[in-house]
């Protein structure tokens, strides 16, 4: 997948958060980086795990119609306090705010690009 449609899919998958009210979205350009294991993170949290599944199942929504990709893995629906959708290219981390406080993944990869997205009110 080049970067056109890496970039089309972290915009579907901003899309699928914001159907459901997902917030503080950060995307991590991870291009750049030599051990890259992905080309983007997106990164962005649910209030309740109920939020954190209907943000997933957005994402998986709005990403298959659109570009007619499936995530080859979705870890984490059991207890749903941080899912993980591996595009391959894109990698989704759905958290409960306590839990992305203690992981940070944001600060692991420091070196790369972040954008914050606004939260849509």
């Known amino acids: 997948m080049g970067n056109d449609e890496a970039e089309l ?3 579907k998958v901003v899309e699928g958060i914001q159907e459901k009210k997902g917030k503080n979205i950060v995307t991590v350009d991870l291009r ?7 080309q983007f993170f997106v990164i962005c949290e649910g209030n309740t795990p109920t939020q954190v599944s209907a943000i997933s199942d ?3 929504e709005y990403v298959r119609k659109e570009t ?3 995530p080859y893995i979705v870890d984490g629906e ?3 306090e ?5 595009y391959g290219t894109v990698i989704v981390h ?3 705010p306590e839990r ?3 992981y940070n993944l944001e600060h692991l990869w420091a070196d790369a690009k972040l954008n914050r997205i606004p939260d849509l009110d």
């Open 9 to 11: 899919l972290v915009a």
């Open 100 to 102: 992305r406080a203690y």
């Open 94 to 96: 759905i958290f409960l």
């Open 58 to 60: 957005s994402v998986w």
């Open 78 to 80: 059991r207890n749903a």
């Open 82 to 86: 941080w899912i993980a959708m591996d």
């Open 32 to 38: 750049a980086l030599p051990s890259g294991i992905c």
């Open 68 to 70: 007619k990709e499936k």
